[in-house]
């Protein structure tokens, strides 16, 4: 057996679900929130306040494996633009999640 430099067993997938972060950050008034899926996923991404309120579901639904990136306005569920300040993003795909911070600066 001739060794091949691969491990057979140790072969990553290369969409492991991932965060990649949000750009721009600090942002106005729009940013977008990158993330890799492993697998095609009823996806939800939540953003919140610094206190754990929800300020606006931004996405709910499949999605595909791969890259993705959503983007976020810095308007809450309701329309309005919310104050400058810290929040934090959540993504929920299956059973897992990631979370982020960004910074709506006006």
């Given amino acids: 057996m001739q060794p ?31 993330f890799n899926l492993d697998v095609r996923s009823d996806v939800t991404v939540t953003v919140y306040s610094l206190l754990g309120e929800e300020v606006a579901t931004i996405h709910n639904g499949i999605l595909q494996s791969g890259l993705q990136s959503i983007k976020w306005n810095g308007l809450d569920s309701r329309g309005t633009q919310v104050a400058s300040g810290v929040y934090i993003y959540r993504i929920e795909a299956q059973d897992r999640a990631l979370t982020g911070k960004m910074m709506l600066l006006k």
């Fill in 4 to 34: 091949s430099g691969i491990d057979d067993d140790v072969v990553g997938t290369p969409n492991a679900f991932s965060l990649k972060g949000n750009y721009p950050n600090p942002f106005n008034p729009i940013t977008n929130i990158a």
